[in-house]
Structure formats: C-alpha cells, structure tokens
C-alpha cells in the first residue's frame, strides 16, 4: 500500500466524499455537454429534460464502469472527445427537418435514437475489439 500503509482505509466515508466530489464537477460539465451538443435552436425549448437526459445517461455509463471494470478506482464519466459527432449529428437532423418541415418533437425523437443507436454501436465495438 505504499506510503499509506499506516492510514485506516476510509470505506464509505471516502467513497462519499469522492462521490460529492464528482457530482460536484460533472453536474455543470453534463449541462454544457448537453447545451453543445443540442446548440440548434430547435433544441431549445427541450433543453431542460435534455440535461436530465444527459444526467440519465452519464448515471448508466458511470454503472457500467463500476459493475464490469477490472479497476477498483475507475470512473465512467462522459467525455468531450464524441460531442463534436454527436453535435453535429444532431444539428443535421435539426436542419434536415426543418427544411422537410417537420416539427421539433420529430427532430428531437430521431436525433436521440440516432445518437443512442449510434452509441450503442460504437460500445459493443469497443467492448468486442
């Protein structure tokens, strides 16, 4: 255990504080995420229930990392690397459908199960390679 060897191991109170720790960050980091990756403006009047989305979502993938991981300190959080895909993947189907004028409920449905179906894809290829 290295230098720490002399301290009692914390337990729940640690993981507590750890966890406070990253709500703290990840909370303001998941509503920019979401307000980057839905920026149309036919987003917008969704964009509260798009960060409960977002705060959803983070919550399933910080499970996974926890239930399947080999690393007893890993933590799943959203990265910034796939909001340009998503962004721009959401924003073409934001245009595609105003210009075939289809509402922003249509728009709003097909970009998330594009996205989910999207992600859903690229983790299984990850998880298979």
């Known amino acids: 255990k290295g230098q720490w060897a002399g ?15 990253n ?6 980091a998941l509503i920019a995420f979401a307000a980057i990756v839905f920026r149309s403006s036919t987003y917008a009047p969704f964009l509260g229930s ?11 993938h910080q499970t996974v990392f926890l239930c399947f991981s080999t690393l007893p300190f ?8 796939g909001l340009i895909f998503l962004s ?3 924003t073409a189907i934001a245009a595609d459908c105003e210009q075939q ?21 690229v983790g299984l290829l990850t998880v298979l390679v």
């Open 7 to 21: 301290f009692p191991d914390a337990g729940p109170v640690k993981a507590l504080v750890f966890g406070c720790i």
């Open 23 to 28: 709500a703290a960050v990840g909370v303001p």
């Open 50 to 60: 798009l960060c409960k989305f977002f705060f959803l979502s983070s919550a399933i």
């Open 74 to 81: 890993a933590i799943g959080q959203v990265q910034d690397v």
């Open 88 to 90: 721009a993947m959401a």
């Open 101 to 121: 004028g289809l509402s922003a409920n249509v728009a709003l449905g097909s970009a998330l199960v594009a996205m989910s179906l999207s992600t859903l894809i």
